[in-house]
């Protein structure tokens, strides 16, 4: 079963989005900020990470960063989600090295669809 990382400060984002990808078969972990997101990813990476912009401690830009230039996780798929949905803010995203960038509010279809296309990449 696929692991995916979920990074949301919202609880209520990130319970729904929680819901919904284990309703898709998906084991899910979650935690509510940037510093929290890479000590699991060093200590117990997961196959995809979903995360949010606009956070407390680190911005998602920064995580991507410190993700995608880390050589043991640079693989890993990461899917931004975040109500900054600008094309500015998307390209932005794609340029920090996010693998796909869904704007909120999102269709469920659109979320899951996404990350499990990742997964089978």
Known sequence: MSTVLVVEDSVAQREMIKDLLKGSGLEVTAVSGGIEALKVI??????LVLLDIVMPDMNGYEVCRQIKANPTTQNLPVVMCSAKGEEFDRYWGMKQGADAYIAKPFQATELVGTVKQLLQG
């Open 42 to 47: 060093q200590g117990r990476p997961p196959d």
